[in-house]
């Protein structure tokens, strides 16, 4: 019912920028491919899905803001807000899901394995470009994660 209730209010909100990560599951890890207005923008590592546990699974499908934030680790990257029983689930760069994501979103410009991939870093400046001009617009940018 929450994911419904989540639906109903960004079909009621002006969304300007809707993100739509769709995965696929592995043992090892979560892959996934990242589009915006049905064209695609890069491949993605996730954790492999493990019910949502703190620093070892992907986060849940469901609906979600985004919002820049900045820390000395990532620098400026993006936050995925109000994520149920997560704090600081970020977009930032890694090419190891296992190895570098506690919980965490990497984009990558190609895959290499389960929850591996390569040159996240150039992945993850372009999603930040699109992500951080809509937000400079003032627009509402949204993620849509599905399978």
Known sequence: MVLITHWLWFKSVDCNMV?????????EGTNG??????Q??????????RKNQKS?????????????RYSRKFQWHIEVVAV???SFILLHPANNALNELNGCIAPVTQLSGAGLGLQSRQAFVKVKKMVYGA???????????QS
């Open 135 to 145: 937000l400079n617009q003032s627009a509402i940018v949204s993620l849509i994660i």
């Open 84 to 86: 149920k029983n997560r």
């Open 40 to 49: 695609f923008i890069c491949n993605t590592i996730e954790l492999p899905w």
């Open 56 to 68: 070892v699974s992907c986060i849940p499908e469901g609906y979600y803001l985004l919002r820049k």
């Open 19 to 27: 993100l739509v990560l769709s995965r696929t599951y592995f043992p």
């Open 33 to 38: 491919k990242l589009a915006c207005n049905g």
